[in-house]
């Protein structure tokens, strides 16, 4: 029942995942001050603030703001010279993107005789010119908090590059677009978000784990606020190539949803029963739902182990059934976030390195990390040494 529950799940978000309405375009009128928590980032930090500076938008009207956060080498100084407004931030117990983000609100919110609304940006970025006229159609149809697209940048360095292409498909234009068209909550991405000014002093960015962005969503999603999504606009981000680096990152990633997952759903669950609240019953859904490998090898164990009980017993069972109808609601899932993932023919015939990595991202928990929670958790660009 968990694996047909989580695959009935994903399938009806891939039915509803049509492009929803966008708002109507006006003339720019929010002020907007683009945030870019950055640790150790100078060799690529000009790169995103050029693409920032070069959005289509009044340039009176936003600033770039980069914070530089206990860094050891010239991010500072580069993004001073890429045109960007820059806060350096250090603290030897207090580290992490959460804490970079608390820092440079507090300091967006104290200038907010001139800001309407903080973006978010990573450093390994470059954004569609249309990011920010998105986030200014919804925040003037009433949204206090929006998501735009998170794809991959480079989806061509490799096999691992165009599966995670794919599987930003699934994750974030899949889910995301089928979210939105339920008028649920779409979900943050820690990538390309906007929050009203009045929003963060409603809801502190009080979110300090390693994944910052899903703990942040669910607060505000219990404090009656969805995230709306803006598929229209883009953020692009560099994924690894490398196993060592992808290791790193997949398990900050799914170790971070576990927790949350531990920590929320039940509560989220019991509260959407008492409130009848659609939102965090979906917010429950959203973290319940296992890692897509993990889905797929319990369809495929249970389909194997229910056909055999059948041959045995010489009659079918309900067990067969379902993982056999979690299998086909898993295929579409996966289709679908191919057909949007951009990656063509070539993405297809990727697809068949899917099993060599569901192996691979089986092994993960069974090697260490030497990081911890607290640090700054950053994954070796494409490029640099992993």
């Avoid at 507090?106 to 940006?121: F, G, N, S, Y």
């Avoid at 531990?262 to 019991?270: E, F, I, Q, S, V």
Wanted: aromatic content about 6%.
């Amino acid at each position: 029942m968990p694996v047909a529950l989580a695959s009935g799940y994903l399938l009806l978000l891939t039915l509803r995942s049509r492009r929803t309405e966008t708002p109507a375009l006006g003339d720019p009128s929010t002020r907007f001050q683009v945030v870019v928590p950055a640790h150790d980032e100078a060799a690529g930090i000009a790169e995103t603030v050029r693409s920032l500076r070069d959005i289509d938008y009044p340039a009176e009207l936003f600033e770039v703001v980069v914070v530089a956060d206990n860094c050891k080498d010239d991010t500072a100084a580069r993004a001073r010279a890429a045109g960007a407004r820059v806060l350096e931030r250090t603290d030897d117990e207090l580290r992490g993107k959460g804490y970079a983000l608390a820092h440079a609100f507090e300091a967006c919110l104290a200038d907010a005789a001139r800001t309407d609304a903080v973006v978010v940006v990573d450093a390994d970025t470059v954004v569609s010119r249309n990011l920010l006229r998105a986030f200014d159609a919804r925040l003037r149809a009433g949204a206090k908090a929006v998501q735009a697209d998170y794809a991959v940048r480079n989806p061509d360095d490799g096999w691992r590059t165009r599966l995670m292409a794919i599987a930003f498909g699934m994750f974030h234009i899949v889910r995301s677009t089928g979210r939105e068209s339920l008028g649920v909550s779409c979900g943050l991405r820690g990538n390309g978000m906007c929050f009203s000014t009045d929003l963060l002093e409603e809801v502190p960015h009080d979110a300090f784990s390693v994944v910052e962005d899903l703990e942040y969503g669910i607060r505000l999603g219990e404090r009656g606020h969805r995230v709306h999504y803006a598929g229209e606009a883009h953020v692009y981000g560099d994924m690894v190539a490398s196993e060592k680096a992808s290791r790193s990152q997949r398990a900050r990633w799914e170790g971070g949803r576990m927790q949350m997952a531990k920590r929320h759903a039940l509560p989220l669950l019991a509260r959407a029963f008492k409130e009848r609240d659609p939102v965090l019953a979906d917010l429950a859904m959203d973290v319940l739902v296992p890692p897509l490998s993990v889905l797929v090898t319990a369809a495929a164990v249970g389909t194997a182990a229910s056909a055999a009980l059948a041959v045995v017993t010489r009659r079918p069972n309900a067990a067969l059934v379902l993982f056999g109808a979690s299998n086909l609601c898993l295929a579409a899932y996966a289709v679908r976030g191919w057909q949007l993932s951009g990656t063509g023919t070539r993405g297809l015939a990727t697809l068949c390195y899917a099993p060599v990595y569901m192996v691979w991202k089986a092994t993960l928990g069974l090697r260490k990390t030497r990081r911890t929670p607290a640090d700054w958790v950053r994954t070796a660009r494409p490029g640099e040494s992993a």
